[in-house]
């Protein structure tokens, strides 16, 4: 049963610490995009990869937010210095567009609770 | 502005009941419409649509588009409680892979 991962599951941390969550897509996806939950802002795009390669991050804070894929199997976001403002469900979420179709699925990890106090 | 909407933003209705959640959408360049169940936890996959008047189905739910009015409906019929749950529906923006989510409808079914 092929499925996005996410690590760590949850996390508390105090305000100015570094915060780091990790996702391994689904073997042999190639789009991989990282996601934040809010109440107030619901489902919004950070950033997001294909093989490997960081097509729009425009959605992400630019001064303490970077995201990377070290390799195919592993995406990583990473918050430094964190602010109780980050506080939210980080998702990560992965697909594979198809014969040349630019629409396709995404398929959501379970993602990370991030709370920064 | 490309956007999404949804409604209602919230239901209650009892286990038995059919439901009809809305989503109407403004983009540039339509290419698809997407439906998430989200309980919890992640949003799961459900129904992603293309083209006009096809029917998707999967067992007591079916979604359909219309292109020419920009919407689309996801039908639930005789529902459970295991169906409460956040529905959302995503369109891609423009030419890229972003997708663009509505703020969902809110869905509780009641024994």
């Known amino acids: 049963d092929a499925r996005v991962t996410q690590t760590p599951r949850h996390k508390v941390t105090e305000m100015g610490q570094e915060v780091t969550m990790r996702c391994q897509p689904i073997l042999g996806h190639n789009t991989v995009f990282w996601y934040r939950q809010t109440m107030m802002q619901g489902l919004e795009l950070l950033a997001y990869f294909r093989n490997r390669a960081p097509l729009d991050d425009s959605g992400m804070p630019k001064d303490r937010f970077s995201a990377e894929m070290p390799d195919a199997t592993l995406a990583t976001l990473k918050i430094q210095p964190s602010e109780p403002r980050d506080s939210a469900v980080y998702f990560c979420?992965?697909?594979?567009?198809?014969?040349?179709?630019?629409?396709?699925?995404?398929?959501f990890g379970p993602g990370t609770r991030l709370t920064v106090t | 502005e490309d956007k999404v909407v949804q409604s209602p933003l919230s239901l209650v209705v009892h286990e038995g009941d059919t439901v009809t959640l809305n989503c109407s959408y403004e983009v540039t360049n339509f290419r698809s419409l997407l439906w998430y169940k989200q309980e919890k936890k992640a949003p799961t996959f459900l129904f992603m649509l293309?083209?006009?008047?096809i029917e998707k189905k999967s067992g007591r739910l079916s979604s359909i588009l219309d292109k020419k009015e920009l919407f689309s409906i996801l039908n639930i019929t005789a529902t459970q409680t295991g169906d409460s749950a956040v529905y959302l529906c995503a369109v891609p923006f423009y030419n890229t892979d972003k997708l663009i989510f509505g703020t969902g409808t809110r869905l509780q079914v009641f024994p």
């Open positions: 979420a992965s697909g594979l567009p198809r014969g040349g179709s630019s629409s396709y699925e995404q398929y």
């Open positions: 293309t083209s006009s008047g």
